[in-house]
Each structure stands twice: as C-alpha cells, then as structure tokens.
C-alpha cells in the first residue's frame, strides 16, 4: 500500500499527478471538514506537502502521529516549525536552487521599475497623457549603489544582474562571506550607503521587521527598497510612513504581511510597484520546483538520501 500523504497547500495538478504515484494523496487544503479528514486518515498520514510561508501548527501536526516528512513546496520554510519537527525526528525538504534565477529576475525588475518608473508611465501613456507632454525624467541605475540583505543564493543572483547593469554592490548578513562586495555589520549601515535596499533573507522571527523605521531613514529621500523575501521582513506600517512623508522615495515589493490583503495606502501610491507574488512563478519553474518536492518524499519512501533536505 503506498503511503499516506496530505496536502496542506493548494498545489497544482503538475506537483499532484506524480506524487500520486507515490502516495495516496489527501487534500487537506481543499476539503470542508478538516476534523472529519484528520479523523479519518491523520493517524496514517506519513507525509506533508506545504508551502513554506503558511503555517503548519504543533496542533495540527500533533494530530498526525506517523508523520515521516515535511517536503516544502519553495524554498522558504519560515512556516514549517523546525524545533518541534527536531524532537519528533520529523525530515523537512525544500527546493532550493531551481528557483534562484527567477527570483532574481523579479528583483532585477523591481529596481528597472521603480527607477524607470515603467509602471507609472505604462499607465500615462494608457491615459493618453503622453498626447498633453512628455514624461518627466526618472533615474539611471549605472553608478548607483545596491545593498543586497541576505546574500544567499537569490541573493548572489540578483548581485550578478545589478553588477551587469553598472551598479555597485554591498551586502548585510549575520556573517561576511568570501566574496568580492563589501560587508556591512548593520542593516543601518548598509542602508545609509543604498541607493537601492534589496531584501532577500528567510522570513521568520529571526527576520520580523528587519528593515523598520530606522533602516528607512538611513535608506533616506533618494532610496528605494524591494522586498523579494518575505513580507514579515518589512514593518509595512513603517514603510507606508515612509512612504508618505518622502522618508524614502519609493518600494517595490513582491510579498506583504497579509498578503493577498495590501495596505490602501501602498495600492494609492504611485511611488510603489505592487506585484502578487510571483517569484518563482513561471511554468518552468514551479514545474521545477514540483518535481523537486515530490522527488524529495519518493527519495524518503524508498530508503534513499533526501535530495534537499533543510539542514
Ligand atoms: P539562502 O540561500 O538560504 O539565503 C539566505 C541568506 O539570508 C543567507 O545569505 C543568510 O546569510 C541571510 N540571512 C539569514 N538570516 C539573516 C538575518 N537575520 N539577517 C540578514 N541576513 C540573513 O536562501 P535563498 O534561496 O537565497 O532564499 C532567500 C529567501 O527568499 C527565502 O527564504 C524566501 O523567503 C525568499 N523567496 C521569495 C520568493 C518570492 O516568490 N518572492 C521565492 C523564493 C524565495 P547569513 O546566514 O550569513 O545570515
């Protein structure tokens, strides 16, 4: 009989179709009454298939005794409890890698738009204001200086791309790496010399509010910040004063605290680029990232070393 998987995420058919030649899959995510689900089938579960911003409780783990392993559809697991997964000896995979490039791209487009202003004048000339005048000037990126927070592996791509478009590069981590961009202690620090702020660490608490009212102000009237990471990195009250006060001059974000909920005062402001998340959302990629995660638990199921494994 094969084993008995749960999906606690609305994943697509391209990650279900193979994992149900692995595991006799439950949808957890989709179904009405969940205690009937667990009731029936959470003492069998051995797998959990999940994103990794959305959280997984104790509670609910807790309420599936056989669990063997937790496989990560993504590559963040700031929702996956490791402590409690640790004392269980429960196994956590992820997809790191596949979706590196993608990401990057996002961030890379993020600084083209916010500096261009491609968005605002996309809409002018969709207005027919571009028949009244021209459209005012906006900034260069050669010359300018980027701070990458969390240089990892997005983070490394996003330095290869804003290097290739003639901008200087530092960076902020809990430790200096071998690499040849220059290190900053502080998140202050590193905004204080950021015409760009890049946001590409984990979420998680380690991370909440990271980048706060203080590193805006160190990023200052002439900086802009993306946030690719997580939204629980960016105090989004403190950046809509921001915002609003020309504390910093504008922000392109792909995550939120409450996505898909979006403060009005981000969705009013023409000095924000709003995108929904998407990532690593391209077909290549979450198909990528589908064979990877489903890859990890077949690995797990036939004795086999975890192809991903979050250490
Ligand atoms: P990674 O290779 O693990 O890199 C994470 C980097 O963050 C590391 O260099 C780490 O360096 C740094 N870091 C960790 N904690 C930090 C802290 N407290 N302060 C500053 N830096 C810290 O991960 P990745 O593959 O690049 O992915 C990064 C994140 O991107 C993911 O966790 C995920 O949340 C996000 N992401 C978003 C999307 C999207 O669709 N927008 C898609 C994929 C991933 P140190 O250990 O030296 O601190």
Request: one cysteine or more; proline letters at 6%; charged letters at 20%.
């Amino acid at each position: 009989m094969k084993p008995a998987a749960l999906l606690l995420a609305p994943v697509p058919d391209f990650l279900t179709d193979p994992l149900s030649e692995v595991c006799q899959v439950h949808d957890y995510y989709h179904t009405e009454d969940k205690q009937e689900l667990l009731n029936a089938v959470g003492p069998q579960i051995r797998a959990v298939i999940m994103y990794g911003a959305s959280m997984a409780s104790d509670k609910l783990l807790d309420r599936l005794p056989a669990l063997e392993i937790i496989s990560v559809y993504g590559v963040g697991y700031d929702g996956v409890p490791l402590d409690y997964c640790r004392r269980r000896g429960i196994h956590v995979t992820n997809t790191p890698d596949v979706l590196t490039d993608d990401v990057a791209d996002i961030a890379m487009g993020l600084v083209l738009m916010t500096s261009r202003r491609l968005a605002v004048a996309e809409r002018f000339v969709r207005a027919g204001q571009w028949l009244e005048g021209t459209f005012p000037l906006a900034h260069a990126l050669r010359g300018k200086t980027a701070g990458i927070v969390g240089l990892g592996r997005i983070g490394k791509a996003i330095g290869e791309r804003l290097s290739a478009h003639g901008m200087k590069v530092a960076y902020h981590g809990r430790t200096p790496q071998a690499v040849d961009y220059p290190y900053c202690e502080s998140v202050t620090g590193l905004a204080e010399m950021a015409d760009f702020l890049i946001v590409a660490c984990p979420g998680g608490p380690g991370t909440r509010h990271l980048i706060n009212a203080e590193v805006l102000a160190a990023l200052g009237p002439e900086g802009t910040l993306i946030n690719i990471a997580r939204g629980s990195v960016v105090d989004e009250q403190a950046l809509v004063e921001a915002l609003e006060t020309g504390a910093i001059r504008g922000a392109g974000l792909d995550v939120f605290e409450k996505e898909p909920e979006i403060p009005a005062a981000l969705l009013g402001s023409d000095r924000v680029v709003l995108l929904p998340h998407v990532g690593s959302g391209t077909h290549e990629t979450r198909r990528a990232m589908a064979m990877l995660c489903v890859a990890n638990v077949a690995a797990h199921f036939a004795n086999e070393p975890l192809l991903t494994p979050v250490s």
